[in-house]
Nanobody, 127 residues
Framework: QLQLVESGGGLVQPGGSLRLSCAAS????????IGWFRQAPGKEREGVSF????????NYADSVKGRFTISRDNAKNTVYLQMNSLKPEDTALYYC????????????????????WGQGTQVTVSS
């Protein structure tokens, strides 16, 4: 069974940090680009950060540039999202998703092009 499982969410104070993990099982991420998306209550899903299959290309939403860093360890079949200087507006359910478009070499921010999704991990930033 092909699965993506997110972990690392939680409650953190403003200015704090969290590291999210996205682990794949049942398939290798070697030829998949990965995207992190988030959705807050009453808001549309938002693309947060993206990384190509090799890790050589990354993309960030303007709202998280300079604060979030995406990385991957293909040997561990895992992608990470390091989130620093967290703000209350970062509160959301965070999902990772995988796409094999162009063998993962081409970044896409279009969620419709991601065929595999995890169940999400909740991030709450509050004092």
């Amino acid at each position: 069974q092909l699965q993506l499982v997110e972990s690392g969410g939680g409650l953190v104070q403003p200015g704090g940090s969290l590291r999210l993990s996205c682990a794949a099982s049942g398939f290798t991420l070697d030829y998949f680009a990965i995207g992190w998306f988030r959705q807050a209550p009453g808001k549309e899903r938002e693309g947060v950060s993206f990384i190509s299959s090799s890790g050589g290309s990354t993309n960030y939403a303007d709202s998280v540039k300079g604060r979030f860093t995406i990385s991957r360890d293909n040997a561990k079949n895992t992608v990470y999202l390091q989130m620093n200087s967290l703000k209350p507006e970062d509160t959301a359910l965070y999902y990772c998703a995988a796409t094999s478009l162009a063998l993962g070499m081409k970044l896409t921010t279009n969620p419709n092009q991601y065929g595999y999704w995890g169940q999400g991990t909740q991030v709450t930033v509050s004092s």
